[in-house]
């Protein structure tokens, strides 16, 4: 049936004012749209627009909005089982497990799904407390977990997550990312004090002793903190002070996982094997699933009934992630990602010189951040304004950060030549509209 143009506008009206009297307020959109279908790396609304997608549903569908060998897998689990939970067991765990396990770094085969990347991250809090035998828990200023009240309390990126919601759980201590750009007064070039530990140091020496540490829990690269690649080295600095006190590394890859990077996953980047690494968002393409993978060493120390879940593991969410990870490898799109992104990288830095209020680019495979700088000070609302501008010529883009003056790039690993230097010329032409 189609629509007149004023009657979709009529109905888009109808619908945002449904929309604002029935979801909670909490629930915030970073933009109007209204999408009624989609397609690949295409947004196409109620009121006949086409929009870029370079969000992907904030890092979710990474082969593109219906790709067609997953809806395929979704639809065939469909007429086949939905659910049964821990009633009985199913072939699509199995297959979903087997799956990621292949792509994992090695020793990560043991795997707990869960519907969401909270529930990978609370599962992996739990089971470090548990396996260890020890409380305490290490995270980052600037990270973020999720918002259920374990992952919330590891979470540091923003302090109105926080407003009125404590108490938080107890035993969560954090310490400073290496965030070269804003937090670390050493030269350009110098090596980096807080990725080589020392803020750690300081923490063990004065507040927290090694051995009552279960966890450090890190984000590779940090994602809503603003897309913070940490130097070359930091990971496994965390590995080797993990090591030296007996403590389970933590490697939150919800945001970088399953190609994001131009790898797998970020930690390889390092050549960091974590002990217990948290995913979601990629795995399901679009469908709700989570999961925390550990060390068949560390998993082996929950026993039946410790933890569980009534969705988590829910068949055709794991039809799905399983038709994702074979595609992430038969199209070779985390190399694709790595290809296109040093693309991106390089363009978005030559606009530096007409464009001085974008103090840095950053960013690794399809994880790009652009951070805006004005005086010194960082630049939410020239951020936004930029925002705006390319949603106007029909780019959707997020920012983060903490004082939300990052503009974020997660484009489809499927992204197409054409559609990558559309999206740039638009972020380009945006820009120059919003006085950047
Ligand atoms: C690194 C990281 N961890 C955890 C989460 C929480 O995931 P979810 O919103 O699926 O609970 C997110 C969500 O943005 C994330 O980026």
């Not at 809806?71 to 009985?88: N, P």
């Not at 300081?202 to 913070?228: M, R």
């Not at 020239?382 to 939300?404: F, Y």
Request: net charge negative; aromatic share 6%; hydrophobic share 40%.
């Amino acid at each position: 049936m189609n629509r007149s143009i004023v009657d979709s506008r009529l109905s888009v009206a109808t619908l945002l004012e449904k929309d604002r009297e029935l979801i909670s307020p909490a629930m915030g959109r970073y933009s109007d749209l209204v999408v009624d279908t989609a397609e690949g790396a295409w947004l196409h609304t109620l009121d006949g627009r086409s929009v870029l997608d370079f969000t992907c549903g904030i890092g979710v569908t990474n082969l593109g909005h219906r790709h067609p060998a997953v809806m395929r897998a979704v639809h065939e689990q469909v007429d086949r089982l939905w659910h049964v939970s821990g009633t009985a067991h199913h072939p699509q765990l199995v297959a979903a497990a087997e799956a990621l396990v292949s792509v994992t770094p090695a020793d990560l085969n043991s795997v707990f799904f869960g519907n969401s990347g909270a529930e990978a991250v609370e599962a992996a809090m739990k089971l470090a407390r548990r396996a260890t035998g020890r409380s305490e828990i290490i995270a980052f200023l600037g990270a973020f977990h999720g918002r259920t009240y374990g992952a919330v309390t590891l979470t540091a990126s923003r302090a109105k997550y926080r407003v009125q919601m404590g108490p938080f759980l107890p035993g969560v201590h954090h310490v400073r990312y290496p965030y070269c750009f804003r937090m670390c007064s050493h030269g350009p070039g110098e090596p980096c004090p807080i990725a080589a530990g020392e803020d750690l140091d300081l923490l063990f020496q004065t507040v927290v002793p090694p051995e009552s540490v279960a966890a450090i829990v890190v984000e590779p690269i940090q994602g809503e903190g603003g897309y913070v690649v940490p130097p070359d080295g930091f990971l496994r600095k965390l590995r080797e002070i993990c090591d030296t006190h007996g403590i389970l590394l933590v490697a939150d890859e919800v945001q970088t996982g399953f190609g994001r990077t131009g790898r797998m996953f970020a930690v390889e980047h390092d050549g960091v094997v974590p002990d217990i690494m948290c995913v979601a968002k990629g795995l399901g393409n679009g469908l709700p699933i989570g999961a925390m993978v550990a060390k068949a060493s560390v998993m082996s120390k929950w026993h039946s009934g410790e933890h569980g879940t009534t969705y988590g593991g829910n068949a055709v969410a794991c039809a799905a992630a399983v038709a994702v990870i074979e595609t992430l490898r038969s199209e070779r799109l985390p190399e694709r990602a790595a290809a296109l992104g040093e693309r991106i990288l390089e363009r978005a830095r030559g606009w530096r010189s007409d464009h001085p209020r974008l103090g840095d680019v950053r960013g690794r495979g399809f994880m790009i951040g652009l951070e805006f700088m004005e005086n010194g000070r960082p630049a939410p609302e020239l951020t936004r304004r930029i925002i705006q501008a390319a949603v106007d010529r029909n780019l959707l883009l997020l920012s983060c950060g903490l004082d939300e003056n990052v503009i974020r790039l997660i484009p489809p690993l499927t992204l197409t030549e054409d559609e990558l230097t559309q999206g740039l010329d638009i972020l380009k032409a945006s820009l120059e509209a919003a006085g950047a």
